[in-house]
């Protein structure tokens, strides 16, 4: 579990950085600088440990490590053991582990002994027990009987130190101090690596206990973590605590369906149920951290509401189940029609798997000749449309992409529109690695210092909504900011929403030879890119407005040819929905409450011809459809995800069952049954391996790009913003957003312990706004009205108000006020 | 016998009012600050090399050799930190010399600092102690209103802060790296080491921890130079020290006497033993250095000589116990010093001295059998170099030798089921009770 990440394949490792050892009487020659338990692991020998963890810095706690060194390198040994988690190698070292060493064994075994006597013999109901570190360990490296003994003939028992049952650290992790054999492991993590030291040492000697504050509990967005590198059954989840043995667990490798990250994850199940999810080790993407989204939020998809069975809206006008053969005939004789009617439109949402986007994508030009196909269940824009055919779509880690690693060696990071803490949890820990080991300088344009950037120790560049191109241009105009070729600017998607922004990123690209990523929120988002559900891209890259990719599409796929005009984007597809231009809409995991207008979106799905909705749970989409279609949850399909680098992830089904279906099932299906009643072709796969063949067969786009490669004719900001008004007591204030890492998102349903640990809604104020209108506000935009505690954040940008998106009520779009709109605050009742 | 006293830092302890500025200008203080001004920083720490100064703090590691680890090079601040979180059970010099005489300690602070280039000092002082920390604020401030700290010092150029710094009651924060932890705001546990505090010490950077005995020696050393420090002590430890005598003494206290004093000699400047008894056991330089015995009495008392006899010479705490004690009974009371005062960060020391204390109460008892005393012997073996610091193995060092000097005694708890001894017997009022 915590043995070395095989991040450095031998290949890479410097020839000259080399030092030899001789470690059991091994000569091994292993890089400069690395510990000797470490370097123990190349010659198969795993020293045992507790304190050490390769991603965290060494500490020398728990002393389980200590090996015998005769030889420091220096022709001179150590008179006493030593740790080999905190000892370097030195040329000429020579090492004795409890492999050859008597007097290495023996202080293994004496520490062992020591960490035992104060542990709990409750392994038959710790939730480690069979995975546990300590237990294994004991059982390797331990004498087979305890001398910490007694209670007999007279003589006094020997007496365990003891603790009440377990204590709360946050609403998800608990503590059982008992177990715990302070090895720091959790603590160091919080303040090393998520930057939430809410966690700290208590107390002294056996008393010494892992606490927290009163008044400040475990919170962090991190804090699952902890969990699983816990050597001991010290920290457990509220979730699973007392749920399940480990040894009746089965563990399959899969992909984090929550951000952009491509977080490798592992997901353990029994008897068809996932149990709990852990954070994969992937080296080079996630190392072995996840967020607690990631970890937690998996019961969505088995709550009451989920869809079972297809339905089809019967002509009293009611949904009603319905076969799958029926449902199939059903939608695709609807959509012909619809087709003929005008056209359908398809909005597939931002969580498809690469495959399922794939299908739709060709499902749309296909089966229904449209390229009015949109992933963007969002506000989006047409400079965003272009800005993604031009900088985003194949850019990979293999072809020159931003990644990770890149990350770590930038000078520095230019972040826009994004606050990677509660956007993109694994760049928010790549990062703050990067800024502790001295190397990267974050820099964000965001309204004020975010919680997430002070960890980062980031520079502010004041940025108050919509002056974001301004301020990228500053960077440029300004050599203070450094920007040059070792500079990376990452991009949010939030960043559609401000004309000229994306232009102006591309922009700052071009003239720095920085290097750009974009990075959207959804784990679909990119995949949906490259799958070619936009309306100017085919699969691949492929520009729909090229006569030549056109035709290598049409080919690969056997048709006579696809449409050739650009299609209708999100917006546009919902205004010719409503203005009945389009006969009918496929729809996939799309929220209205997530769109730019949520009530036109109802609207124009609500009157839409004839509607087709492939979700995995009842929503307000599903009640509108005429054909509902359950979808399989990605713990029961294979596919994969492309991560915000361009990263392929792809994963196999964790679970096998026969009724969930995934997306590209049931299209093929539709595409079927559409090749009977009309000139519609079939899909030509069934499965997802049929689709990763085609799709691989299909590959990239290598021709040249006809359209404009710096993203379109750049968009000029709108004009300069006026000041600041304050009329009658009334400050009218222009609103920044985004969604927190844990808010009402329906994925994350399910899990109350999760959702406690939510940061509760509050709107950041300016001081003097604050002072002004007291510490509770209402905020009235455009769509409505919201009373919310407020705060002041120090640097707030004058004029500027900030609400969490998605953490009250139906989220800011719906309840409070268009993208880009000026809001009203005033002094709020309680 | 008279002459073998060497009173330098105690000379002015019988003086009224003795701790004040006033006091200790009439006796000539302050005066080694001007020749040290008047010397180049690197002399003055060549002169503490040749004296042979070592420190007093425990360990004896050479003064002038630490003070030249400082990498003059390292742009960062430097600093002298004092440690003055004296707490080991029995010694007791650092705070009676902090009371009686403060400003000695501050013009070694200043001399000192003026030597390794630190324009910002601290005494970091065992919390439980507020007199005298109160006494050593004053002195500091009466320093300051002398000129003797601040800006430009004595019209030197060299500028020189002090920070008098109440510890919060570890005796953990007595490790050096405890210690800065403890000053920096942090929990006291020792810090991994390399860095060491030399290149990497306060706030990363480059410091100096030494002992208040060490900084208060630094004054008398360049006032009359290394040679006449040198002339006293011993080949390898060289100059005087303060010897405190504690327990069952007829006059206990501190005695300053050159390094290679015998407990012999000592012993007949404190009247001897209490009347009617004779020497059982004694620790040379408080509970973690391992006790002798009667047959040590004329073991040199310098690091070399105590060193040789299998023990440390440690802080000079000479506690003396008399045939009235249980031997057992002390090194329980001092195995639970330990286990109350283990910081917790390692597991040897956490884990084992909580089984030692539980183990030895038992063979207190008189539970258990001889079987015991090699459980005993070998959790000493399990914790002695394999904890984290030297806490660890302090806390075996009164287990380990009391055994081997005194294995029939725990053995007579075996067979007797219980303690052999009175303990009212070794008590200060013993033969004065009141029989009813």
């Known amino acids: ?830 | 016998m008279t002459s073998t006293l060497t009173p330098v830092l105690t000379d002015m302890w019988d003086v009224d009012r003795s701790w004040t500025l006033a006091a200790y200008e009439a006796k000539g203080g302050y005066q080694a600050l001007d020749k040290a001004f008047g010397m180049s920083q690197d002399d003055v720490i060549t002169a503490v090399k040749d004296s042979g100064l070592r420190g007093r703090g425990g360990a004896g590691f050479p003064t002038g050799m630490k003070w030249s680890f400082i990498p003059q090079d390292n742009p960062k601040p430097k600093y002298l930190v004092v440690n003055a979180d004296e707490s080991e059970p029995g010694t007791c010099k650092d705070i009676p010399l902090m009371m009686a005489n403060p400003h000695v300690l501050v013009e070694g602070v200043i001399v000192s600092s003026y030597a390794i280039r630190a324009n910002k000092a601290f005494i970091y002082i065992r919390g439980e102690v507020l007199h005298v920390i109160r006494r050593v604020q004053a002195a500091v401030q009466e320093a300051y209103a002398a000129g003797h700290l601040g800006k430009n010092i004595h019209g030197s150029g060299f500028d020189l802060d002090v920070v008098v710094h109440a510890g919060a009651g570890a005796y953990i924060c007595g490790e050096e790296t405890a210690l800065l932890e403890g000053l920096e705001g942090r929990r006291g546990q020792p810090r991994l080491r390399p860095p060491f505090p030399a290149v990497a010490g306060l706030y990363a950077s480059p410091t100096v921890i030494n002992n208040v005995e060490s900084i208060a020696s630094v004054p008398s050393i360049v006032a009359n130079g290394a040679a006449w420090f040198a002339s006293m002590g011993t080949e390898k430890s060289k100059g005087y020290g303060i010897f405190s005598l504690s327990g069952h003494v007829q006059k206990p206290g501190q005695y300053e006497a050159p390094l290679g004093i015998t407990l012999r000699q000592l012993l007949e400047l404190a009247g001897g033993v209490r009347a009617g008894h004779d020497l059982k056991f004694w620790t040379p330089g408080g509970s973690s250095t391992p006790l002798l015995t009667a047959e040590h009495l004329d073991v040199p008392l310098d690091f070399e000589g105590v060193g040789a006899a299998g023990s440390m010479l440690g802080t000079r705490a000479l506690q003396i116990f008399d045939d009235s004690v249980c031997v057992v009974r002390a090194v329980l009371r001092w195995t639970e010093f330990y286990k109350h005062e283990s910081c917790g960060k390692c597991t040897p020391c956490r884990e084992g001295t909580w089984w030692l204390v539980q183990t030895l109460a038992r063979l207190e008892k008189g539970q258990g059998n001889e079987a015991d005393l090699d459980l005993l012997l070998d959790q000493c073996d399990n914790i002695l170099g394999r904890s984290f610091c030297a806490l660890g193995d302090g806390a075996t060092s009164p287990i380990s030798s009391s055994i081997q000097y005194f294995r029939d005694e725990y053995l007579a708890h075996l067979t007797q089921g219980g303690c052999p001894f009175d303990p009212e017997r070794s008590t200060a009022w013993a033969g004065q009770e009141v029989t009813a």
């Open chain 1, 1 to 830: 579990m915590t043995t070395t990440p095989e991040k450095a394949a031998a290949g890479e490792v410097e020839r000259t950085d080399l030092v030899n050892v001789t470690i059991d009487g091994i000569q091994v020659a292993v890089p400069k600088d690395t510990l000797v338990i470490r370097a123990a692991e190349q010659v198969g020998v795993q020293v045992p440990r507790f304190c050490d963890h390769p991603l965290l810095a060494p500490v020398g706690a728990c002393r389980q490590c200590l090996v015998d060194v005769p030889d420091a390198g220096n022709g001179r040994g150590f008179p006493k053991p030593q740790a080999s988690c905190t000892l370097p190698v030195a040329e000429g070292m020579v090492v004795n582990t409890q492999a050859t060493s008597p007097v290495a064994d023996k202080a293994q075994q004496g520490v062992m002994e020591f960490l035992l006597i104060n542990h709990p013999l409750d392994c038959p109901v710790c939730d480690k027990g069979g995975e546990c570190p300590l237990q294994n360990q004991a059982m390797s490296n331990g004498r087979a009987e305890s001398r910490f003994s007694g209670g007999d003939e007279g003589i006094a028992p020997a007496i365990k130190r003891t603790f009440p049952k377990p204590i709360n650290l946050s609403p998800i992790v608990l503590l059982d101090r008992e177990r715990c054999i302070v090895c720091q492991r959790c603590t160091r993590f919080a303040d090393e690596i998520a930057g939430d030291p809410f966690i700290e040492l208590l107390e002294r000697g056996a008393q010494q206990q892992i606490g927290i504050a009163e008044d400040a509990p475990f919170l962090s967005y991190f804090s699952g973590n902890v969990i699983q590198i816990c050597p001991v059954g010290a920290l457990t989840s509220e979730a699973y605590r007392f749920r399940s043995r480990p040894f009746d667990l089965v563990s399959a490798p899969a992909v984090a369906e929550h951000d952009a990250c491509g977080s490798a994850i592992r997901v353990d199940h029994r008897r068809g149920q996932v149990m709990r999810r852990l954070a994969g080790n992937d080296p080079e993407v996630n190392e072995e951290w996840i967020t607690d989204k990631d970890r937690f939020a998996f019961t969505y998809a088995h709550l009451d509401d989920r869809i079972t069975y297809p339905q089809v809206r019967d002509t009293d006008g009611n949904l009603r189940p319905a076969s799958w053969p029926e449902a199939f005939a059903v939608a695709a004789r609807g959509l012909a029609a619809a087709k003929d009617a005008g056209g359908v439109g398809v909005l597939t949402g931002g969580r498809l798997t690469a495959e399922d986007a794939y299908a739709y994508s060709k499902f749309a030009r296909v089966a229904l000749g449209t390229n009015d196909i949109d992933f963007r269940a969002r506000p989006l824009s047409a400079e965003e449309t272009s800005f993604l055919a031009a900088q985003v779509v194949l850019t990979t880690p293999g072809n020159g992409g931003v990644t990770y690693d890149d990350l770590e060696s930038a000078s520095k990071v230019v972040l826009v529109g994004l606050e990677p803490e509660d956007e993109a949890g694994a760049i928010f820990l790549r990062l703050r690695k990067a800024v502790l080991a001295g190397r990267t300088q974050v820099v964000a344009l965001a309204p004020y210092t975010t919680r997430g950037l002070g960890k980062l120790s980031g520079r502010l560049v004041p940025t108050a909504p919509g002056d974001e191109p301004a301020a990228i241009r500053s960077l440029l105009e300004q050599s203070e900011y450094g920007i040059d070729s070792t500079a990376v600017v990452l991009v949010g998607e939030r960043l559609a929403t401000v004309p000229g922004a994306l232009s102006a990123a591309a922009e700052l690209a071009a003239k720095s030879g920085a290097r750009l990523a974009w990075v959207p929120r959804r784990a679909g988002d990119r995949g949906a890119v490259e799958a070619g559900c936009l309306p100017n891209l085919l699969p691949g890259g492929r520009p729909v407005a090229d006569a030549a990719a056109r035709v290598d599409v049409a080919t690969a796929w056997g048709v006579d040819a696809l449409p050739e005009a650009e299609g209708r984007d999100a917006d546009a597809i919902v205004a010719a929905l409503a203005a009945g231009e389009l006969g009918g809409l496929v729809v996939a995991g799309v929220d209205p409450l997530d769109t730019a207008d949520p009530a036109a979106t109802r609207a124009a799905i609500e009157g839409a011809g004839f509607v087709v909705a492939l979700d995995l749970r009842s929503s307000e989409v599903t009640a509108l459809a005429d054909v509902v279609l359950p979808v399989a949850p990605v713990s029961d399909k294979s596919g994969s995800f492309v991560n915000w680098e361009g990263r392929l992830r792809p994963f196999e089904a964790t679970l096998s069952n026969p009724s969930s279906l995934p997306d590209l099932r049931i299209l093929s299906g539709i595409a079927e049954e559409m090749s009977l009643v009309s000139a519609a072709a079939p899909l030509g796969f069934r499965t997802v391996a049929e689709v990763r063949a085609e799709m691989a067969q299909l590959g990239p786009w290598d021709g040249v790009s006809t359209s404009s490669t710096t993203g379109a004719q750049p968009v000029e900001p709108s004009s300069s913003v006026e000041p600041v008004e304050t009329t009658d007591g009334v400050d009218h204030l222009r609103l920044a957003t985004w969604k927190q890492s844990l808010d009402n998102g329906r994925m994350q349903d399910g899990d109350k312990y999760l959702k406690a640990t939510a940061r509760p809604p509050v709107a950041l104020v300016t001081r003097a706004v604050f002072d002004a209108h007291g510490p509770t506000i209402t905020i009235t935009g455009d769509r409505g009205s919201v009373t919310l505690p407020a705060a002041v954040a120090d640097d707030l940008v004058d004029g500027v108000v900030w609400v969490p998106a998605n953490s009250f009520g139906a989220g800011v779009l719906s309840d409070l006020a268009s993208p880009g709109s000026r809001v009203r605050v005033e002094g709020g009742q309680a």
